[in-house]
């Protein structure tokens, strides 16, 4: 322009630094609140590798101990929960994906702070853990069964059997004498069998490579210092004829010194009831229905004479734990050799919960439709069979026997 004004207008760059930051302020703002919420990610993702690792490693642990599988991934979730921060609750999934490893995959919704102009909701962290765990030596058994010729370890109808860590030995010469039916499963440390099994291909083991067949089977004598068996000594004591109990009192003494109760005519329970430490003797049958607890433990031992039996209903449970010092010590229930006991347990979808030995070496123990989780626990029997999806899981590292291994954490992938 002639007077000059359009080449100041040209010139002129007055406000462009306001026009390029307000141009440039969202994309800042939005690298700003990226930058921070990346952190607050990377941050929440390592604290959750982190604790799937410690919580693998603790689960692979208690198993090398011998503890059984539930309680094992139970114990690594709550220590996956425990290692994160106050707020922080993580999704957790502890598996057995294998014999020797035990898996960890936890998830964690992490809120945006900043970050929402770039889309709403959590944005979900991961991490996984494997722990690769070995046990030291082939561990001692957990189940005897003394049968000699027929079938001895029975396992119908999606039954399931898993002694994490222990071995089952089974004396039993029949080419079935561990028999698996329908979808039937058996894990434990080791398997020796005097005969063989109806299906090599539903056996775990996590000690052995492989079950040990059609070799003799020695049983040891669990009775070998026990006190002599006891008859109808004393007076009887009933009770229910005025209701059943809210506790029982073992008043009188056996000769072993130990407080005793002799129950001839049996025992019913339709009631939460609390049974003091002694030796319950039952010369008839206990029951437990009407979904009631007996609640025996600690120190209590239940001796079954002649022809007694236990039954526990539906809905119902029964807790006894096995003395630690003195004659009984470490056994739950019994039935002793020459006392004709045939059969001992019939446990019909009730629940049992017994830490200690269970001892029948005369006797079967049939388990039927329920889930057990039995601990620490090591059963002598005659045969043992479990039917209608019932399922017996426990473990003692070997019973007493060899316990301990290594454990390690798989590569990352």
Same mark, same amino acid.
């Given at each position: 322009?002639?007077?000059?004004?359009?080449?100041?207008?040209?010139? &002129?760059? *007055?406000?462009?630094? !306001? /026009?390029?930051?307000? =141009?440039?302020? $969202?994309?800042? @703002?939005?690298?700003? %609140?990226?930058?921070?919420?990346?952190?607050?990610?990377?941050?929440?993702?390592?604290?959750?590798?982190?604790?799937?690792?410690?919580?693998?490693?603790?689960?692979?642990?208690?198993?090398?101990?011998?503890?059984?599988?539930?309680?094992?991934?139970?114990?690594?979730?709550?220590?996956?929960?425990?290692?994160? &921060?106050? *707020?922080?609750?993580? !999704? /957790?999934?502890?598996? =057995?994906?294998? $014999?020797?490893? @035990?898996?960890?995959? %936890?998830?964690?919704?992490?809120?945006?702070?900043?970050?929402?102009?770039?889309?709403?909701?959590?944005?979900?962290?991961?991490?996984?853990?494997?722990?690769?765990?070995?046990?030291?030596?082939?561990?001692?058994?957990?189940?005897?069964?003394?049968?000699?010729?027929?079938?001895?370890?029975?396992?119908?109808? &999606?039954?399931?059997?898993?002694?994490?860590?222990?071995?089952?030995?089974?004396?039993?010469?029949?080419?079935?004498?561990?028999?698996?039916?329908?979808?039937?499963?058996?894990?434990?440390?080791?398997?020796?069998?005097?005969?063989?099994?109806?299906?090599?291909?539903?056996?775990?083991?996590?000690?052995?490579?492989?079950?040990?067949?059609?070799?003799?089977?020695?049983?040891?004598?669990?009775?070998?210092?026990?006190?002599?068996?006891?008859?109808?000594?004393?007076?009887?004591?009933?009770?229910?004829?005025?209701?059943?109990?809210?506790?029982?009192?073992?008043?009188?003494?056996?000769?072993?010194?130990?407080?005793?109760?002799?129950?001839?005519?049996?025992?019913?329970?339709?009631?939460?009831?609390?049974?003091?430490?002694?030796?319950?003797?039952?010369?008839?049958?206990?029951?437990?229905?009407?979904?009631?607890?007996?609640?025996?433990?600690?120190?209590?031992?239940?001796?079954?004479?002649?022809?007694?039996?236990?039954?526990?209903?539906?809905?119902?449970?029964?807790?006894?734990?096995?003395?630690?010092?003195?004659?009984?010590?470490?056994?739950?229930?019994?039935?002793?050799?020459?006392?004709?006991?045939?059969?001992?347990?019939?446990?019909?979808?009730?629940?049992?919960?017994?830490?200690?030995?269970?001892?029948?070496?005369?006797?079967?123990?049939?388990?039927?439709?329920?889930?057990?989780?039995?601990?620490?626990?090591?059963?002598?029997?005659?045969?043992?069979?479990?039917?209608?999806?019932?399922?017996?899981?426990?473990?003692?590292?070997?019973?007493?026997?060899?316990?301990?291994?290594?454990?390690?954490?798989?590569?990352?992938?």
């Amino acid at each position: 322009m002639p007077d000059g004004k359009g080449a100041r207008f040209g010139a &002129d760059t *007055g406000g462009a630094i !306001a /026009v390029m930051t307000a =141009l440039l302020l $969202p994309v800042l @703002l939005g690298i700003a %609140a990226y930058a921070v919420d990346a952190s607050l990610l990377f941050y929440r993702q390592e604290r959750l590798q982190i604790a799937a690792d410690i919580g693998a490693r603790a689960g692979a642990e208690m198993l090398v101990r011998g503890e059984s599988g539930t309680r094992a991934t139970a114990f690594a979730e709550t220590i996956v929960a425990a290692n994160m &921060d106050a *707020g922080a609750t993580p !999704a /957790v999934a502890v598996t =057995l994906p294998e $014999p020797g490893r @035990l898996s960890v995959e %936890a998830s964690l919704p992490v809120p945006r702070i900043f970050s929402q102009i770039f889309g709403s909701g959590d944005v979900i962290v991961r991490a996984g853990s494997v722990a690769v765990y070995e046990m030291a030596a082939e561990p001692d058994a957990c189940i005897y069964l003394r049968e000699g010729t027929k079938k001895a370890l029975s396992l119908d109808r &999606d039954s399931s059997l898993a002694m994490t860590g222990c071995g089952i030995a089974v004396a039993s010469s029949h080419p079935n004498a561990v028999d698996f039916k329908r979808g039937a499963t058996l894990l434990a440390g080791c398997l020796n069998v005097a005969g063989g099994i109806s299906n090599p291909d539903a056996v775990t083991l996590d000690a052995c490579a492989a079950p040990r067949l059609d070799e003799p089977v020695g049983i040891p004598d669990a009775f070998a210092d026990l006190p002599a068996p006891p008859h109808k000594e004393g007076a009887c004591t009933e009770y229910g004829k005025d209701g059943p109990p809210e506790e029982i009192f073992p008043g009188g003494r056996h000769s072993s010194g130990k407080a005793a109760i002799w129950l001839c005519d049996g025992l019913e329970i339709t009631r939460d009831t609390i049974g003091r430490p002694g030796l319950y003797f039952i010369w008839d049958e206990l029951k437990i229905d009407d979904d009631a607890t007996l609640d025996l433990g600690p120190s209590a031992v239940i001796v079954l004479m002649e022809d007694a039996t236990i039954e526990i209903d539906e809905g119902s449970r029964l807790r006894v734990a096995a003395p630690l010092a003195g004659p009984f010590e470490g056994i739950a229930i019994m039935g002793g050799e020459g006392w004709r006991v045939k059969k001992a347990l019939d446990l019909d979808i009730g629940r049992l919960e017994a830490t200690g030995m269970l001892i029948f070496p005369d006797a079967d123990v049939a388990i039927i439709g329920s889930d057990l989780d039995a601990g620490c626990l090591r059963i002598y029997a005659r045969t043992l069979t479990l039917e209608n999806g019932a399922a017996l899981e426990g473990g003692c590292a070997g019973g007493g026997g060899t316990e301990g291994g290594t454990v390690s954490l798989a590569p990352a992938p």
